[in-house]
Nanobody, 118 residues
Framework: QVQPVESGGGSVQAGGSLRLSCTAPGVTFSWCGMAWFRQVAGNEREWVASIDSAGNTYYVDSVKGRFTISKDNAKDTGYLQMNSLKPEDTAMYSC????????????WGQGTQVTVSS
């Protein structure tokens, strides 16, 4: 079962930046879209951003203008650039592939923790 691997999380002060990365062994990113989600313990998982196979991007209102989702098909890696971070962005961030299940397995990885202090 192919699971994404997220990295790049950490602890930053409000106003800081982080870039999260997502890889999925054996997945060809040019065939797939990708989404980022976040979850605070005890709460439901929240969709944050998506990018489709054509490169179109979509964001939840709370991160528009601050976060940028992208993917580098040559490196089979996806990213979430997070700027102007706020304490309310603190969560476990996970990525998920989007597309035909055979080529874009929609499994959850371990996630990467982002903590923003005020």
């Amino acid at each position: 079962q192919v699971q994404p691997v997220e990295s790049g999380g950490g602890s930053v002060q409000a106003g800081g930046s982080l870039r999260l990365s997502c890889t999925a062994p054996g997945v060809t990113f040019s065939w797939c879209g990708m989404a980022w989600f976040r979850q605070v313990a005890g709460n439901e998982r929240e969709w944050v951003a998506s990018i489709d196979s054509a490169g179109n991007t979509y964001y939840v209102d709370s991160v528009k203008g601050r976060f940028t989702i992208s993917k580098d098909n040559a490196k089979d890696t996806g990213y979430l650039q997070m700027n102007s971070l706020k304490p309310e962005d603190t969560a476990m961030y996970s990525c998920k592939m989007i597309g035909v299940a055979r080529y874009c397995p929609a499994n959850w990885g371990q996630g990467t923790q982002v903590t923003v202090s005020s």
